[in-house]
C-alpha cells in the first residue's frame, strides 16, 4: 500500500473540519448531539415506516412489581421488551456496577415472546451478569427509580393533580439505566445476527430501541401506581410533561475503550458529522423558511442551556460561558445586514470559531445542523462499520514510516520521556471486568493495562524503526517483535481514516476521561450532561421525544434542545 495524501489535504478537498482540529480531547469533550445523533435517526426511522407499538402484558402490583411486555412491529419483525420490577431494601440501593439488585431489569426479546421465554427470563434477567441468556435476547439492561421524583409524580397524580415541573426539570426522569449491554454480552445476540437488518442500520439501534420502550413503560408505570393509590381522583401525566421526561444514564469508564477499540466506526461517526457540516456550509443562499427554523432553534437552544444546571464546578462555568456564547450569536443573527450577505451559514461558523469557547462552537455546528434534514439525514446510514484493523505484512518498514510521520505527527510530538506523560493506565477489574483508570506509580496493576495508549505505542514504534537499519518487511518486523504487531496493524489501517484517532494521549496525568464519555454520548443524542467527576456522568436519554403514541412525521424532528413545559402546566 502507497501512503495516502495527507489526511488534512484529503478533508480541506471536501471543506471538513480537519482531523486535528475536531479530534482533540478538549473538543471531543464539548461535544453536543446534532441532527445525526443516534436517537435522532431512530425517532425518524420509526415515524418515516409507521412502525407499531402494542402493550402485550403489563401484570403488575399495586405497587408496580411484576412483569411487563412491550412490543414494537417494525415492517419486517417484532422486537418486544420484557420488564421485570421489584421492590429494593434501601441498604442494597446503588448505581454502581457491584450493584446486585435494582428497581427494574430488562430484555429486548427478538420477536414475541413466549409464556416460556418469559419464565425463563423471570429467573435470570433480575441476576443480569449472573443470568443466562440467548441469541433470542438482544441487549440486557437494568434501571433505578430516581426516587424522589416518582414519589412525587405518583403523589400529585393520585391526587388529581400535575406534578412540579420545576421539580420534574430538576431531575428530568422518572428511572435512569446503570447499564444497558448489547452486542454479544453475557450471552446475548451478536452484532452479527441483527447487522443486516434495515431497522437496525446504524449505531447502537436496538440499544437506543430499548431505552425508548423503557421510556414508555416508565410513564405508565408511575400512571398505574397513582391509579392504585388514588383510584377515581387519579389523572394521567400531562402529555407534554410526559414528553419531557427522559430515561436518565449513569455512564462511567467502561465507555472510554470502545472509542479507541474502534477506530474505524469512530472515523465514520465523525466523518458523517463533519460531512454534513461540509454541506450545510457550502450553501450560497438561505430561504425563508431555513432562516425562520434557524432562529427557532437558536431561541430554544438559549432557553435549553438556561435550564442547564448541575453541581460540578467546571462544568457549570462552561455552562454559563456558553449561555453568553448563545447571546452574542442572538444578536448577531438579529442584525439584518449579516443575512444579507452570502454563505450565512459559513460565515456563522466563522463567527463562532473566532468568538466561542469551544461549547458554544460546537453548539454551534449542531444548530447550523437544524434546519436542514434533507440535506444531512441520509449520512445517518453510514454510520456504521464491520470493519476492523488488518496488517499488511509486505508492506517495507521505509514505507510504514513514511506513513507514522504523516499521520502521526501528533503522537510523535509527546515527549514520553516525562513520566506524567504516561501516568495513566486503563485495565480491566478482575470482579467485574469493568475499564478502570489507574495511576501508574501509585495503583496496583499496570501489568495488565489494556493497549489503549495510541499515541506511546506509535512512540515506540517510531523509536524502535529507528534503531533498525535494514528496510525489511512488515512482516518479518513483527516477526522479530511481536509487541509490536499490534500498532503496526492499526497505523496501517487508519491512515485511510482521518477521524479515527483521538489526536491526545490518553495517559496523559491530566487527562480527563469524561471527555471521552461526552463525545461518545453526544453521538448517541444525550442532553444535560452532569458530571459527578472526572470518571462518570450522568445524562438524559430521549428527553423531549414524543411517546409512541404522538410519533408523527413532525415530532419525530422537533424534539431537539428540550425546554421544560410552557407555563400554563406549572
Not at 23 to 29: E, P, W
Not at 480 to 488: A, T
Request: contains cysteine; hydrophobic residues 40%.
Amino acid at each position: 500500500m502507497k501512503a495516502n495524501m495527507s489526511e488534512s489535504t484529503q478533508v480541506a478537498s471536501r471543506g471538513m473540519r480537519s482531523p486535528e482540529k475536531v479530534m482533540r480531547l478538549s473538543r471531543m469533550g464539548s461535544s453536543f448531539q446534532t441532527r445525526l445523533s443516534f436517537m435522532r435517526s431512530l425517532t425518524r426511522r420509526i415515524s418515516k415506516e409507521k412502525w407499531k407499538f402494542e402493550k402485550i402484558l403489563f401484570d403488575v402490583d399495586k405497587d408496580g412489581y411484576g412483569v411487563s411486555v412491550y412490543a414494537v412491529h417494525t415492517p419486517e419483525r417484532t422486537y418486544s421488551l420484557i420488564t421485570f420490577t421489584n421492590a429494593v431494601a434501601a441498604e442494597m440501593r446503588t448505581d454502581r456496577v457491584v450493584a446486585e439488585v435494582w428497581d427494574a431489569t430488562f430484555n429486548l426479546f427478538d420477536g414475541l415472546p413466549t409464556e416460556a421465554d418469559i419464565n425463563r427470563l423471570s429467573q435470570n434477567t433480575p441476576k443480569q451478569e449472573a443470568g443466562r441468556f440467548s441469541p433470542s435476547e438482544l441487549v440486557l439492561a437494568r434501571a433505578n427509580k430516581s426516587l424522589r421524583l416518582f414519589e412525587h409524580v405518583v403523589s400529585c397524580l393520585s391526587a388529581g393533580k400535575q406534578p412540579d415541573v420545576e421539580l420534574l426539570a430538576s431531575v428530568g426522569y422518572l428511572m435512569r439505566t446503570t447499564a444497558v449491554y448489547g452486542s454479544g454480552k453475557f450471552g446475548c445476540a451478536d452484532r452479527e445476527k441483527i447487522s443486516k437488518r434495515p431497522e437496525t442500520r446504524g449505531a447502537f439501534q436496538v440499544e437506543l430501541l430499548t431505552v425508548y420502550l423503557f421510556r414508555w413503560f416508565t410513564i405508565e408505570l408511575v400512571e398505574h401506581v397513582a391509579k392504585q393509590r388514588g383510584g377515581e381522583k387519579a389523572v394521567s401525566l400531562n402529555a407534554e410533561i410526559s414528553k419531557y421526561l427522559g430515561i436518565g444514564n449513569a455512564t462511567g469508564l467502561g465507555m472510554a475503550p470502545f472509542l479507541i477499540k474502534h477506530p474505524v466506526l469512530i472515523h465514520n461517526w465523525v466523518l458523517a458529522r463533519e460531512t454534513a457540516l461540509s454541506r450545510v456550509i457550502a450553501l450560497e443562499s438561505q430561504s425563508p423558511e431555513t432562516l425562520t427554523l434557524f432562529s427557532k432553534y437558536l431561541q430554544r437552544a438559549i432557553q435549553h442551556i438556561a435550564e442547564w444546571n448541575v453541581e460540578d464546578q467546571l462544568q457549570t462555568a462552561r455552562i454559563l460561558q456558553t449561555r453568553e456564547d448563545l447571546k452574542l450569536l442572538s444578536n448577531w443573527f438579529a442584525d439584518e445586514e449579516n443575512l444579507k450577505q452570502p454563505f450565512l451559514w459559513q460565515r456563522i461558523l466563522h463567527f463562532a470559531e473566532i468568538n466561542f469557547s469551544l461549547e458554544g462552537q460546537e453548539l454551534t455546528v449542531s444548530l447550523l445542523m437544524e434546519p436542514h434534514g434533507e440535506l444531512v439525514d441520509d449520512l445517518a446510514d453510514d454510520m456504521q462499520t464491520s470493519s476492523g484493523t488488518e496488517l499488511e505484512p509486505s508492506m517495507s518498514l521505509t514505507q510504514l514510516n513514511e506513513l507514522l510521520q504523516k499521520s502521526f505527527s501528533w503522537a510523535l510530538e509527546i515527549d514520553f520521556t516525562d513520566p506524567e506523560k504516561q501516568r495513566r493506565f486503563w485495565y480491566y477489574s478482575e470482579e467485574k471486568l469493568e475499564p478502570r483508570f489507574g495511576d501508574r506509580y501509585a495503583d496496583p496493576g499496570a501489568e495488565q493495562e489494556m493497549p489503549l495508549a495510541v499515541g506511546r505505542d506509535v512512540y515506540l514504534l517510531n523509536k524502535k524503526l529507528k534503531s533498525i537499519s535494514a528496510d525489511i518487511s512488515v512482516g518479518k518486523f513483527v516477526q522479530d517483535y511481536p509487541e509490536f504487531r499490534h500498532i503496526v496493524r492499526r497505523v496501517q489501517t487508519v491512515v485511510r481514516f482521518p477521524y479515527a484517532e483521538i489526536r491526545d494521549n490518553i495517559v496523559d496525568a491530566e487527562m480527563r476521561p469524561i471527555d471521552l464519555l461526552r463525545f461518545k454520548l453526544a453521538f448517541f443524542g444525550a442532553s444535560k450532561f452532569d458530571p459527578k467527576s472526572e470518571l462518570w456522568t450522568r445524562i438524559t436519554l430521549f428527553q423531549g421525544a414524543p411517546l409512541p403514541e404522538g410519533l408523527s412525521a413532525s415530532e419525530a424532528e422537533e424534539w431537539a434542545f428540550p425546554v421544560i413545559p410552557v407555563q400554563e402546566l406549572r
